[in-house]
């Protein structure tokens, strides 16, 4: 086999989430200038501290980024990618959110954008968060 994934490899545990809005708008944020893929959308989020529980850094990076209050209770998981990145294996969960406290500012981000699910299909993103469209998609049709 031509891709098999190597028997050790260090895992990188990514947290995100699909903030939506009452009227099912999504927010995503732009990655800044200098840093890796810059320009592209993605889910607000981010690393997992050691011996952080999942749900805890996320309302952790949630405050962080964009200056609001998420409660642990108020979010659900929802999907996972899994993508090899060199030395390293990333792995995206994300989670969904409905109710926060405080208004978004994009305290790391390029710019912050809520949009709706036809026009995040077409931004650019990276390539862990593709996958994650489709199934945000489906929760949001069920």
């Given at each position: ?88 294996h ?22 912050l ?30």
């Amino acid at each position: 086999m031509t891709d098999a994934v190597p028997e050790t490899i260090a895992l990188l545990t990514v947290v995100a989430c699909a903030l939506i809005d009452p009227q099912g708008r999504v927010l995503v944020q732009q990655r800044p200038a200098g840093t890796d893929m810059a320009g592209l959308w993605e889910f607000p989020g981010g690393k997992i501290e050691a011996g952080e529980a999942p749900e805890v850094a996320l309302c952790r990076e949630l405050r962080e980024e964009l200056a609001i209050g998420v409660e642990i209770r108020d979010v659900l998981p929802l999907a996972f990618a899994s993508e090899p990145r060199g030395e390293r294996h990333l792995l995206l969960l994300l989670f969904i959110c409905h109710r926060w406290t405080g208004d978004v500012q994009p305290l790391h981000a390029a710019a912050l954008r809520w949009t709706g699910l036809p026009e995040l299909a077409e931004l650019p993103m990276p390539p862990a968060d593709v996958p994650l469209v489709d199934a945000l998609r489906a929760y949001l049709a069920a």
